[in-house]
Nanobody, 124 residues
């Protein structure tokens, strides 16, 4: 059974930093793209960042460019999201996602596996 488990969320003051981790089990995702999404209260889920299997292709939402960094460690089956200069607008539940397909990547990619989410709150 495939599981994605996020950790690292919490409450920080605006301007602070958090590092989210997402560790997969049940299969290897070393050849698959992975991503982070978020859902703020009363809003639709939105894309945050994505990374291809090698880390050679990365995309960010405009709202987080220059502040967030996605990375991965394939040996640990883990993807990370370093979040700096957090703003109250970043407050949301953050979800990691992974594709079941290997060596694919793109803005319209559908992700097949999702974690349960971790709460991030940046207070003003």
């Amino acid at each position: 059974q495939v599981q994605l488990v996020e950790s690292g969320g919490g409450l920080v003051q605006a301007g602070g930093s958090l590092r989210l981790s997402c560790t997969a089990s049940g299969r290897s995702f070393s050849s698959a793209p992975m991503a982070w999404f978020r859902r703020a209260p009363g809003k639709e889920r939105e894309f945050v960042a994505a990374i291809n299997w090698s880390g050679g292709r990365i995309d960010y939402a405009d709202s987080v460019k220059g502040r967030f960094t996605i990375s991965r460690d394939n040996a640990k089956n883990t993807v990370y999201l370093q979040m700096n200069s957090l703003k109250p607008d970043d407050t949301a539940v953050y979800y990691c996602a992974a594709s079941r397909l290997a060596y694919v990547y793109g803005p319209r990619l559908q992700y097949d596996y999702w974690g349960q989410g971790t709460q991030v709150t940046a207070s003003s």
